[in-house]
């Protein structure tokens, strides 16, 4: 998690995101898929085919480990995972910086 920064306080959130002119009330209704991953895992189709109720599938992160958010694939935070009003949520712990969040635009 070295990689991450840690999330900055509500004043500096403000600053992050004022942005003035056009080009802001333009994007501004865009919607974006926001999704959090908590690990992944090769296996080949054959076992994949096999999975059945009551299959566990082993995953590359360890129990309490930090959760990815990631933004249209992008990872811009980490996460843990809580629960408001009987549904699940994610409690952001780091932002990443915003020229590792531009970075992975630019693989796209």
Same mark, same amino acid.
């Given at each position: 998690?070295? +990689?991450?920064? $840690?999330?900055?306080?509500? +004043?500096?959130?403000?600053?992050? #995101?004022? #942005?003035?002119?056009?080009?802001? +009330?333009?994007?501004?209704?865009?919607? !974006? @898929? !926001?999704?959090?991953?908590?690990?992944?895992?090769?296996?080949?189709?054959?076992? !994949?085919?096999?999975?059945?109720?009551?299959?566990?599938? *082993?995953?590359?992160?360890?129990? %309490? $480990?930090?959760?990815?958010?990631?933004?249209?694939?992008?990872? =811009?935070?980490? %996460?843990?995972?809580?629960?408001? +009003?009987?549904?699940?949520?994610?409690? =952001?712990?780091?932002?990443?910086?915003?020229? *590792?969040?531009?970075?992975?635009?630019?693989? @796209?």
């Amino acid at each position: 998690m070295s +990689d991450m920064t $840690e999330a900055p306080g509500a +004043d500096a959130r403000a600053k992050a #995101f004022e #942005f003035s002119g056009p080009n802001y +009330d333009l994007l501004s209704s865009v919607s !974006l @898929r !926001l999704s959090v991953e908590a690990g992944s895992t090769s296996m080949p189709l054959a076992e !994949l085919l096999a999975l059945n109720a009551g299959s566990v599938v *082993q995953l590359n992160r360890q129990a %309490g $480990e930090l959760l990815d958010v990631m933004v249209n694939g992008t990872p =811009i935070a980490k %996460g843990e995972i809580v629960t408001v +009003d009987g549904r699940y949520g994610i409690r =952001i712990v780091e932002v990443a910086s915003t020229s *590792q969040r531009a970075a992975g635009l630019e693989r @796209r």
